[in-house]
């Protein structure tokens, strides 16, 4: 059984050195530091001062399309409560409008 899983390994290593001389594969990764979209929202400018100290806007830009104020509030709130994320409260319902506004399904079509 240790022996079959090693030959695996050893299979797998090769393989990806194997890809990795042939060279010709590449992939695009987002630009790092993605910034947030800009908005004439009030709470851009408060997402920007509170929701970019972690983590670039990537993080927002991956989450789904579809996704409904609730799941925004959702977001905010847990990066406060879980990551003590230092959002002053009365600016979350400015950056939950500006996220499913900008983020979500509240975008214009
Ligand atoms: C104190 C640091 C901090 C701040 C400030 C912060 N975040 Fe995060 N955020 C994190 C961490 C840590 C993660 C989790 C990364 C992981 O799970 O890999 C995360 C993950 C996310 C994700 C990815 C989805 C998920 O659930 O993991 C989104 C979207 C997000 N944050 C949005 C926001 C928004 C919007 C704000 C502003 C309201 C914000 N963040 C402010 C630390 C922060």
Same mark, same amino acid.
């Given at each position: 059984m240790k022996q079959a899983l090693m030959i695996l390994t050893i299979v797998a290593s090769l393989a990806g050195a194997s890809l990795a001389a042939a060279g010709s594969k590449s992939i $695009? &990764? =987002? =630009? $790092? @530091? #993605?910034q947030l +979209? *800009? !908005? !004439? &929202? *009030? @709470?851009?400018? +408060? #997402?920007?001062a509170n929701c970019v100290a972690c983590h670039s806007a990537e993080y927002m830009q991956y989450q789904p399309a579809t996704a409904p104020r609730p799941y925004w509030d959702a977001m905010v709130k847990r990066m406060k409560v879980v990551f003590k994320a230092p959002i002053d409260d009365a600016d979350m319902p400015a950056i939950v409008d500006y996220l499913a506004k900008t983020y979500g399904n509240e975008q214009p079509k």
């Open positions: $695009d &990764l =987002p =630009p $790092d @530091g #993605a +979209k *800009p !908005s !004439s &929202l *009030p @709470g851009y400018a +408060k #997402a920007q």
